[in-house]
Protein backbone atom coordinates (compact mmCIF):
# COMPACT_ATOMS: atom_id res chain seq x y z
CA UNK A 1 0.00 0.00 0.00
CA UNK A 2 0.43 3.88 -0.35
CA UNK A 3 3.11 4.90 2.35
CA UNK A 4 5.31 8.02 3.36
CA UNK A 5 9.14 7.99 3.98
CA UNK A 6 10.00 10.44 6.39
CA UNK A 7 13.54 11.47 7.57
CA UNK A 8 15.51 11.98 9.56
CA UNK A 9 13.69 10.44 12.34
CA UNK A 10 15.23 12.50 14.68
CA UNK A 11 17.35 15.30 15.30
CA UNK A 12 19.68 17.31 17.13
CA UNK A 13 20.41 20.70 16.60
CA UNK A 14 22.41 23.68 17.98
CA UNK A 15 19.66 26.73 18.35
CA UNK A 16 19.89 28.93 15.50
CA UNK A 17 20.64 26.47 12.82
CA UNK A 18 18.82 25.86 10.17
CA UNK A 19 16.79 22.46 9.90
CA UNK A 20 15.78 19.91 6.95
CA UNK A 21 13.55 17.14 6.49
CA UNK A 22 11.94 15.18 4.03
CA UNK A 23 9.28 13.23 2.47
CA UNK A 24 9.13 10.49 -0.52
CA UNK A 25 6.66 8.09 -1.13
CA UNK A 26 6.53 5.87 -4.98
CA UNK A 27 3.27 6.97 -5.08
CA UNK A 28 2.01 10.49 -6.59
CA UNK A 29 -0.47 12.67 -4.31
CA UNK A 30 -2.58 15.93 -5.18
CA UNK A 31 -1.59 17.24 -1.56
CA UNK A 32 1.22 17.31 0.52
CA UNK A 33 0.68 18.68 4.51
CA UNK A 34 3.31 19.31 7.42
CA UNK A 35 2.11 19.29 10.94
CA UNK A 36 3.68 19.64 14.29
CA UNK A 37 2.76 17.98 17.34
CA UNK A 38 3.86 19.20 20.67
CA UNK A 39 3.81 17.02 23.58
CA UNK A 40 0.26 16.32 24.93
CA UNK A 41 -0.79 17.77 21.93
CA UNK A 42 -2.90 17.35 18.43
CA UNK A 43 -0.95 17.66 15.72
CA UNK A 44 -1.26 21.47 14.26
CA UNK A 45 -1.25 22.10 10.53
CA UNK A 46 1.92 24.31 9.73
CA UNK A 47 1.82 24.24 5.75
CA UNK A 48 -0.18 23.01 3.26
CA UNK A 49 0.73 22.34 -0.71
CA UNK A 50 -1.59 21.80 -3.18
CA UNK A 51 0.51 22.01 -6.74
CA UNK A 52 3.31 20.19 -8.07
CA UNK A 53 6.67 22.46 -7.89
CA UNK A 54 4.89 25.16 -5.10
CA UNK A 55 7.19 26.60 -2.74
CA UNK A 56 5.03 27.88 0.55
CA UNK A 57 6.30 30.23 3.70
CA UNK A 58 4.94 30.55 6.95
CA UNK A 59 7.38 32.55 9.17
CA UNK A 60 10.72 30.54 9.48
CA UNK A 61 9.21 27.66 7.42
CA UNK A 62 9.38 27.01 3.98
CA UNK A 63 7.84 23.79 2.30
CA UNK A 64 8.02 22.55 -1.18
CA UNK A 65 5.67 20.28 -3.16
CA UNK A 66 8.12 18.03 -5.24
CA UNK A 67 7.50 18.81 -8.99
CA UNK A 68 7.34 14.69 -9.74
CA UNK A 69 4.27 14.62 -6.92
CA UNK A 70 6.16 12.05 -4.99
CA UNK A 71 8.14 14.33 -2.02
CA UNK A 72 8.17 17.18 -0.32
CA UNK A 73 10.46 18.96 2.31
CA UNK A 74 10.13 21.21 5.33
CA UNK A 75 13.12 23.58 6.12
CA UNK A 76 13.00 25.62 9.32
CA UNK A 77 15.65 28.48 9.33
CA UNK A 78 17.09 29.76 12.41
CA UNK A 79 15.70 27.19 14.72
CA UNK A 80 14.76 28.34 18.21
CA UNK A 81 13.74 26.46 21.29
CA UNK A 82 10.24 26.17 20.80
CA UNK A 83 10.77 24.26 17.58
CA UNK A 84 11.05 21.06 19.59
CA UNK A 85 8.50 18.59 19.15
CA UNK A 86 7.23 16.15 15.90
CA UNK A 87 7.15 17.02 12.84
CA UNK A 88 4.79 14.81 10.64
CA UNK A 89 4.25 15.39 6.85
CA UNK A 90 1.08 13.67 5.29
CA UNK A 91 -0.31 13.73 2.07
CA UNK A 92 -3.79 12.62 -0.02
CA UNK A 93 -5.20 11.47 -1.85
CA UNK A 94 -6.31 9.97 0.71
CA UNK A 95 -4.96 10.97 3.80
CA UNK A 96 -1.71 9.20 5.37
CA UNK A 97 0.99 9.86 7.46
CA UNK A 98 5.10 9.96 7.88
CA UNK A 99 6.11 8.10 11.04
CA UNK A 100 7.42 11.94 12.14
CA UNK A 101 10.94 13.90 12.58
CA UNK A 102 11.49 14.29 16.44
CA UNK A 103 13.41 17.69 16.59
CA UNK A 104 15.89 18.50 19.41
CA UNK A 105 17.84 21.66 19.99
CA UNK A 106 20.35 21.79 22.61
CA UNK A 107 21.19 24.53 24.45
CA UNK B 1 -10.05 26.76 10.64
CA UNK B 2 -12.03 25.34 12.79
CA UNK B 3 -11.37 24.88 16.34
CA UNK B 4 -11.95 21.53 17.81
CA UNK B 5 -12.62 20.36 21.22
CA UNK B 6 -12.33 17.23 22.55
CA UNK B 7 -13.31 15.23 25.78
CA UNK B 8 -12.19 14.10 27.89
CA UNK B 9 -8.75 15.49 27.63
CA UNK B 10 -7.51 12.08 29.64
CA UNK B 11 -8.61 9.06 31.80
CA UNK B 12 -7.53 5.71 33.09
CA UNK B 13 -10.04 2.89 32.74
CA UNK B 14 -9.84 -0.88 33.88
CA UNK B 15 -10.00 -3.96 31.44
CA UNK B 16 -13.01 -5.20 30.13
CA UNK B 17 -14.74 -1.57 30.53
CA UNK B 18 -15.00 1.30 27.83
CA UNK B 19 -14.66 4.72 26.98
CA UNK B 20 -16.55 7.06 25.08
CA UNK B 21 -14.85 9.72 23.46
CA UNK B 22 -16.78 13.53 22.01
CA UNK B 23 -15.38 15.46 19.49
CA UNK B 24 -17.14 19.19 19.14
CA UNK B 25 -16.73 21.20 16.11
CA UNK B 26 -17.24 25.25 16.18
CA UNK B 27 -18.56 24.56 13.08
CA UNK B 28 -20.29 22.66 10.32
CA UNK B 29 -17.95 20.74 8.79
CA UNK B 30 -18.25 17.52 5.82
CA UNK B 31 -15.94 15.12 6.88
CA UNK B 32 -14.74 14.20 10.56
CA UNK B 33 -12.48 11.58 11.25
CA UNK B 34 -11.03 8.98 14.17
CA UNK B 35 -7.22 8.71 14.64
CA UNK B 36 -5.34 6.27 16.97
CA UNK B 37 -1.81 7.18 17.97
CA UNK B 38 0.28 4.41 19.98
CA UNK B 39 3.01 5.81 22.18
CA UNK B 40 6.05 7.05 19.92
CA UNK B 41 4.05 6.10 16.80
CA UNK B 42 2.61 8.21 13.86
CA UNK B 43 -1.58 8.32 13.40
CA UNK B 44 -3.57 5.46 12.03
CA UNK B 45 -6.74 6.34 10.62
CA UNK B 46 -9.64 4.06 12.68
CA UNK B 47 -12.31 5.45 10.39
CA UNK B 48 -14.39 8.21 8.74
CA UNK B 49 -17.36 9.57 10.80
CA UNK B 50 -20.10 9.93 8.40
CA UNK B 51 -23.45 12.44 9.31
CA UNK B 52 -26.92 10.27 9.11
CA UNK B 53 -25.18 7.07 7.82
CA UNK B 54 -22.75 4.33 9.05
CA UNK B 55 -19.08 4.86 9.60
CA UNK B 56 -16.33 3.80 7.12
CA UNK B 57 -13.95 1.55 9.38
CA UNK B 58 -10.15 1.51 7.78
CA UNK B 59 -8.81 -2.39 7.70
CA UNK B 60 -7.94 -3.57 10.92
CA UNK B 61 -10.62 -1.88 12.64
CA UNK B 62 -14.36 -3.17 13.38
CA UNK B 63 -17.61 -1.62 14.17
CA UNK B 64 -18.22 -3.60 17.47
CA UNK B 65 -14.61 -2.51 18.86
CA UNK B 66 -15.10 1.17 17.79
CA UNK B 67 -18.58 2.00 17.74
CA UNK B 68 -18.96 5.70 16.14
CA UNK B 69 -21.73 8.06 15.68
CA UNK B 70 -22.30 10.99 13.98
CA UNK B 71 -25.65 13.12 14.88
CA UNK B 72 -24.88 16.31 13.32
CA UNK B 73 -22.11 18.14 11.41
CA UNK B 74 -20.31 19.63 14.26
CA UNK B 75 -20.16 16.93 16.69
CA UNK B 76 -19.20 12.69 16.81
CA UNK B 77 -18.32 10.41 19.40
CA UNK B 78 -15.61 7.04 19.63
CA UNK B 79 -16.38 4.27 21.51
CA UNK B 80 -13.36 2.53 22.89
CA UNK B 81 -15.32 -0.88 23.52
CA UNK B 82 -13.78 -3.96 26.08
CA UNK B 83 -10.34 -2.18 26.91
CA UNK B 84 -7.37 -3.82 27.11
CA UNK B 85 -3.84 -2.59 27.49
CA UNK B 86 -2.88 -2.62 24.07
CA UNK B 87 -5.74 0.18 23.70
CA UNK B 88 -3.79 2.76 25.88
CA UNK B 89 -3.27 5.63 22.92
CA UNK B 90 -3.83 8.75 22.31
CA UNK B 91 -7.57 9.07 20.59
CA UNK B 92 -7.64 11.82 17.98
CA UNK B 93 -10.14 13.49 16.27
CA UNK B 94 -10.08 15.79 12.98
CA UNK B 95 -11.67 17.64 10.62
CA UNK B 96 -12.14 18.39 6.42
CA UNK B 97 -13.97 20.99 5.60
CA UNK B 98 -13.48 20.19 2.01
CA UNK B 99 -9.99 21.40 0.89
CA UNK B 100 -8.17 18.24 1.57
CA UNK B 101 -6.68 19.68 4.60
CA UNK B 102 -7.16 18.32 7.84
CA UNK B 103 -7.58 20.11 11.15
CA UNK B 104 -6.89 17.66 14.65
CA UNK B 105 -8.53 17.74 17.89
CA UNK B 106 -6.16 17.98 21.26
CA UNK B 107 -6.16 14.18 21.41
CA UNK B 108 -8.32 11.70 24.27
CA UNK B 109 -4.87 9.98 26.46
CA UNK B 110 -6.43 6.79 27.24
CA UNK B 111 -4.66 4.64 29.86
CA UNK B 112 -5.57 1.12 30.52
CA UNK B 113 -5.11 -0.84 33.47
Known amino acids: GQQLNQSPQSMFIQEGEDVSMNCTSS?????WLWYKQDPGEGPVLLIA?????ELTSNGRLTAQFGITRKDSFLNISASIPSDVGIYFC???????FGKGTRLHILP | SAVISQKPSRDICQRGTSLTIQCQVD?????MFWYRQQPGQSLTLIAT?????????ESGFVIDKFPISRPNLTFSTLTVSNLSPEDSSIYLC??????????FGPGTRLLVL
Open chain 2, 94 to 103: SVDSGGETQY
Open chain 1, 27 to 31: SIFNT
Open chain 1, 49 to 53: LYKAG
Open chain 1, 90 to 96: AAYDKII
Open chain 2, 27 to 31: SQVTM
Open chain 2, 49 to 57: ANQGSEATY
